[in-house]
């Protein structure tokens, strides 16, 4: 289940980068996203298997809750455009 909620915020993100982004930018911004999510499909599981391990099985909670919350305000950040 969270495999697919990972799938889901990837697939957000390439569509939130198509709406900013258009030729060599939207390229560039492409491969960072896939980079970052490469990344964090390989560290990820690792960092949060050893916050379990140090606090207990109620941090998962505490990890996707921070997750969710740092991919929000990241989408806030970037919708805001300065008036044309």
């Known amino acids: 289940m969270l495999g697919s909620v ?10 939130s980068n198509g709406e900013r982004f258009g030729g060599a930018a939207l390229l560039r911004a492409s491969g ?12 990820g599981p690792a960092a949060t ?14 990890v996707l809750w921070l997750m969710a ?5 990241a989408e806030y950040s970037g919708s805001r455009r300065p008036d044309s």
């Open 49 to 62: 298997g050893i916050v379990v391990q140090h606090f207990g099985g109620n941090a998962m909670t505490t």
């Open 32 to 43: 960072l996203i896939a980079f970052t999510s490469s990344l964090a499909s390989s560290i």
């Open 6 to 15: 990972a799938d889901t915020v990837y697939t957000l993100s390439m569509v």
């Open 69 to 73: 919350l740092g991919f929000a305000l």
